[in-house]
């Protein structure tokens, strides 16, 4: 196997497993060794799609790669409950009290937790995404985030297969990554919620994960804006955070054109004004509001 072409990077990935994977932390119960850790574990929540796992080969529709042919593979659970997610099946359960802006129809239901989780291991999954001409892959959800461990295994196996693998995250920024899931890592697409999300800032807003992402030279910061009242919370952010315009991506709310369109021109202005990116949602202008494309 070649060093592939980012050598120094790469190479660090293929670095001795036993270790201390949680820092250099002097509390041994915080201490891991990933060889052992590895055998425990057993399997992976996915998103379930048509009785079988949400990963599939299309064009990554947002923010720095928007274009790219990407294989995305969609990992169930979140830490937040958006009104207006269009991942909802990650997260709104049966007997919970979250609130979704399609609540309004008669017809729509909250999900119930077994029939929208299939169980893989790290093996099968990889042997899912080995199927595809490609070597860009999204780690999204739910919040991806909160399987580290188990998105580890997969990047191992992924990673020992062909160093050219890039590997980009989509998370919403409240958890810290580990230092060695870090390290698989290529870029970090946060996209911290705002008050429009109809989280509790408490929830939403974890200085010390943003201040990590921020400090990162992986992550860009995507924000997701409904109206133009919107924007204070993004400059706040900015402003704490001391982040620079060109990792910024502003992008319009909506799961159909015409909702994304009616959005465009002010947003645009803005990025004119501030010097930030534009992002749209590519994916829903070419398929619309489908799931697994």
């Known amino acids: 196997m070649g060093k592939g072409k980012r050598g120094g990077k790469r190479e660090a990935r293929g670095e001795r497993w036993e270790g201390n994977f949680y820092g250099n932390s002097e509390n041994h119960k915080n201490q891991c060794y990933l060889r052992p850790l590895f055998s425990y574990i057993c399997s992976m929540k996915i998103a379930k799609l048509n009785d079988g796992p949400e990963i599939f080969y299309t064009i990554q529709g947002e923010g720095k790669n928007m274009g790219r042919p990407s294989i995305f593979v969609r990992s169930s659970l979140c830490n937040l409950h958006c009104i207006w997610c269009d991942t909802d099946y990650t997260w709104n359960w049966e007997g919970t009290r979250f609130a979704h802006v399609k609540d309004a129809d008669p017809a729509y239901q909250k999900f119930r937790m077994e029939e929208q989780i299939v169980e893989m291991t790290e093996e099968e999954i990889a042997a899912e995404v080995l199927k595809y001409p490609c070597k860009n892959l999204v780690l999204t959800g739910g919040e991806p985030l909160m399987q580290q461990l188990e998105w580890m295994a997969l990047m191992k196996i992924l990673w020992e297969s062909d160093n050219d693998y890039f590997f980009e995250v989509e998370t919403n920024g409240t958890i810290k990554p580990i230092p060695l899931f870090n390290m698989y890592i290529d870029q970090y697409n946060v996209s911290p919620k705002l008050a429009n999300s109809h989280n509790k800032e408490s929830l939403r807003l974890k200085p010390e994960a943003l201040a990590y992402f921020a400090e990162s030279p992986k ?53 004119k004004q501030y010097g930030f990116n534009y992002t749209d949602r590519l994916h829903v202008h070419i398929y619309g509001a489908k799931r697994g494309v």
């Not at 982040?243 to 159909?256: D, F, V």
Request: net charge negative.
């Open 219 to 271: 992550s860009i910061f995507k924000f997701v804006l409904n109206k133009e009242e919107d924007f204070t919370e993004v400059q706040a952010l900015i402003h704490t955070y001391q982040l620079a315009p060109n990792r910024i991506y502003l992008m319009p709310e909506g799961t159909s054109p015409a909702d994304l369109t009616t959005k465009q021109q002010w947003l645009v202005e803005l990025c």
